[in-house]
């Protein structure tokens, strides 16, 4: 049996390394992000001072020899005189990103994993998914049960009262968790059991089989108070993910494109109206409060998004309007803002309750005795605290048009009455009482939507903590009764899955074969199919989705030739492609869309109401004597310029990589669209072989860029955190730096958000809000006369430098 701490164990940046392994397999090491931690994750609980590399691989197809070459230096990665061994992914396998540690941790990890390389590429994230808790106990009785015993249900268990207490969570919701006992691991949802019940079943976590990942190898014995089980005890380590709440989702071309005409007519069209007047208004008027409102920056994102904090903090701080015109945020405004307005031209803008999808399992004792149910609601019934009488369950990614679930709401006391029935079956005498604190305690949890397994299945739904939105028949009546009548329903066909399971020498193939996985690219097509009035296709491409979302886990690929086949027949719709523009001006006014195209024919109703408000930049200069009256040394200048230069060399480096890697798609893709509709079947291939290698390379270059944008930023931030003293002047040696230049001067809102933002509301009269930034403390940035950076980190006794980068002649070198 493992032994655990019980001690937090704090994470050094220098157990953590970000790799890039080419086509060539040659390896390469990008940038750290100083704010990279797996401080809050199992692994970090489980192995104190493991040592872990993050890898990128090409996402491109590559010919059998490059696929060899990677896969080689995959199998013998060595960095600084460790070496790693690959253990598996997270959900960014589909990316080509991969876990390696060194080898010493390598064997327990494979031995978590069953020496499964499927399942270590599946389910490896459980140990390395951020919490925002994670407690460790030395002595906890964990018990495992089929589906649906003792209240169970698909992934969802219970946690003892006293137990989840130590996590000082908000009460009364739905817990989404990660869980590692017994040399294996668990994810899925928890809800409260009483410390009553778990007295009697002598447990203080009850799980399903099919929360275990990837399953329990230890014989069943049998218990009478419940029937058959899996006892466990020992240490545990228990993380909390996310609980349930009060959310909304925005609405999207994907749900929108299965709606009636006339929905789209009389009910999505006047949203979407009515919330670029809102928008046009808030913009003219400057009331940036109200336009980041309607922008949909939920507390959850804005959490999430530096950037989108600082924008709110600076607009909120401006009462002369100058602030729009800085470069950086005007650059920022403008992003959002054509974020917005596509969504708002193809998904009507408008946003959609949303909850985390539980089930109907409930556990208690009464009088000394046990009680339990599951799965005992209507299959066409959900409980929800929602004024609307029916809607429709939605859960993302949308296959067709049957996966928008018609649901009855319960009202408290049909559930009451249901639930007093489920319990008289039991002979509980005093059925009528309990059910109410049932339905209290273990039902009617904040933000939370309850359904039938069977019916959560439907659009493939568990109890993993999904988070699905209503479209409520109150708000949108044609659309919601149009899917109530729909008759003659595709069924998905059940294919017999059989599990991959290679052996382990095999993982860096496995790897390898579970990158850029098609979801996306299916979805699209079948979009165009839809827009296209080509039904009977898009309900091809249904299947074809499904092998591609399972294909990770069976042995199952989607089928090329019919995709190939649709590909052929359908030309894309054509604003597609502008879904990921970041200046309004860039999405066309009009569009010329198929008589079919219901999304397009919206897209050209909204698009033109939306007004490209924004006015034009002013140059950075402009802008010097926003921060002045402190006090600036040279050396406090010297110091600025030199952190500038390090900044915009990264980020030069960044835009000129990605205008290539652009230049290279355009290409591409007009290549394709050349031979697209032609007979030669071997260039057709060829071309669009081509086209999506530098589709994957254009993408894997942005997330790359966005990593790397992560982590320059995070080493400013960690030098301007260090200057605790005459911060303000800081700021103004910073602000004069890069006032001289000709960027966006977006790192100073990186380094002294606040200081900024306070000196804006001093010279406008403004609103003086706190900026919320990443906690850095701790750390600081040293320098020798080499240009060669440190990230200085304080611990017990002392201080430890790990090397970062050398600067030097405008160049970077990691050695």
């Known amino acids: 049996m493992e032994e655990y701490s019980n001690k937090t164990n704090k994470f050094s940046i220098e157990q953590v390394v970000t790799l890039d392994i080419d086509s060539t397999g040659s390896v390469t090491q990008r940038l750290t992000n100083l704010e990279t931690t797996l401080e809050n994750t199992l692994l970090n609980a489980l192995y104190p001072g493991i040592k872990v590399a993050v890898v990128n691989v090409p996402n491109e197809p590559l010919d059998a020899y490059e696929e060899s070459q990677v896969e080689n230096a995959m199998a013998n990665l060595k960095f600084k005189n460790t070496a790693y061994k690959l253990v598996g992914a997270s959900g960014s396998s589909k990316d080509g990103k991969f876990y390696f540690v060194d080898k010493d941790h390598s064997q327990p990890i494979a031995e978590r994993f069953q020496h499964w390389p499927q399942a270590a590429i599946v389910y490896f994230g459980i140990l390395v998914s951020s919490c925002k808790v994670v407690i460790e106990e030395p002595d906890v009785s964990v018990l495992v049960v089929e589906d649906h015993v003792l209240g169970t249900n698909d992934c969802r268990g219970w946690i003892r009262r006293s137990l989840f207490s130590k996590l000082q969570l908000p009460d009364n919701c739905f817990y989404q968790f990660r869980l590692a006992f017994e040399k294996t691991q668990a994810k899925g949802s928890f809800k409260v059991m009483e410390d009553e019940a778990a007295q009697l079943l002598d447990a203080d976590i009850v799980l399903p089989e099919s929360a275990v990942k990837p399953g329990v190898k230890v014989p069943v014995m049998l218990y009478s108070v419940f029937g058959k ?209 049932i339905a209290t305690q273990q039902l009617l949890l904040e933000g939370t939507y309850t359904l039938h397994s069977e019916a959560a299945k439907k659009n493939g739904g568990d109890f993993d903590f999904d988070w699905i939105c ?22 998905q066909q059940k294919m017999k899955l059989r599990k991959a399971k290679s052996p382990w020498w095999n993982l860096e193939h496995v790897a390898i074969k579970a990158r850029g996985n098609q979801i996306g690219m299916i979805t699209d097509l079948k979009t165009s199919c839809l827009a296209a009035g080509r039904s009977d296709l898009a309900y091809q491409l249904v299947t074809e989705l499904q092998k591609a979302l399972d294909s990770l886990k069976h042995e199952v690929e989607p089928d090329a030739k019919i995709i190939a086949d649709i590909r052929q027949q359908i030309n894309p719709a054509p604003w597609l492609k502008y879904k990921n523009e970041s200046r309004i001006s860039d999405l066309p006014i009009h569009l010329d869309v198929d008589e079919n195209d219901r999304i397009g024919k919206l897209y050209n109703h909204v698009r033109k109401e939306i007004e490209d408000l924004l006015t034009a930049k002013l140059p950075i200069e402009e802008f010097k004597g926003l921060v002045s009256g402190e006090s600036v040394t040279r050396v406090m200048f010297d110091e600025c310029r030199y952190v500038n230069s390090v900044y915009a060399a990264v980020v030069g480096r960044i835009s000129e990589r990605q205008d290539k890697l652009k230049a290279d798609l355009d290409k591409a893709q007009a290549e394709w669209e050349a031979v697209r509709k032609g007979t030669d079947k071997e260039l057709r291939k060829q071309k669009l072989q081509a086209r999506r290698k530098a589709y994957s390379a254009h993408y894997h270059g942005e997330e790359r860029a966005k990593q790397e944008m992560k982590a320059i930023i995070s080493y400013v931030r960690v030098w301007a955190a260090s200057k605790t003293e ?35 509301a001093e010279q406008t009269g403004g609103k003086t809000v706190r900026v919320v930034m990443p906690e850095v403390s701790g750390m600081s940035i040293h320098r020798d006369s080499e240009g060669r950076s440190f990230l200085v980190e304080k611990i017990e006794g002392g201080e430890k430098q790990t090397f970062l980068f050398q600067y030097k002649d405008g160049q970077f070198f990691f050695g």
Request: charged share 25%.
């Open 726 to 760: 005459n911060r303000s002047g800081w700021c103004q040696a910073l602000n004069r730096v890069v006032c001289n230049g000709q960027g966006s001067g977006s790192i100073l809102f990186h380094a002294f958000p606040q200081e900024l933002v306070a000196k804006l």
């Open 229 to 437: 089980g899996r006892r466990f005890r020992g240490p545990v380590v228990l993380g909390i993910r996310e609980f349930s709440r009060k959310l909304e989702f925005e609405s999207s071309y994907t749900l929108i494109e299965h709606a009636p005409d006339d929905s789209i007519q009389l009910e999505i069209l006047p949203e979407a109206l009515g919330q670029v007047r809102r928008l046009n208004d808030s913009i003219s008027e400057g009331r940036y409060t109200e336009l980041l409102e309607l922008l949909g920056l939920d507390d959850a994102e804005k959490t999430q998004d530096e950037e989108v904090r600082t924008v709110e903090a600076a607009l909120l701080a401006d009462t002369s309007g100058h602030i729009v015109r800085y470069p950086y945020i005007n650059n920022q405004l403008n992003r959002l803002l054509a974020r917005w307005a596509f969504k708002a031209a193809t998904g009507g803008g408008f946003r959609l309750p949303a909850y985390a999808l539980a089930d109907d399992g409930y556990l208690v004792v009464h009088d000394g005795r046990l009680y339990a149910g599951s799965d005992w609601i209507s299959k066409q019934q959900a409980i929800v605290a929602l004024q609307s009488k029916r809607g429709l369950c939605v859960r993302y990614p949308i296959r067709m048009c049957e996966d928008l679930l018609p649901m009855e709401h319960v009202g408290s006391s049909e559930l009451i009455m249901q639930l007093n029935r489920s319990l008289d079956e039991q002979g509980c005498r005093t059925s009528y009482d309990l059910a109410g604190q």
């Open 470 to 491: 209503i479209l409520e028949e109150d708000r949108f009546p044609r659309f919601v009764r149009k899917r109530f009548s729909l008759t003659n329903e595709f069924h």
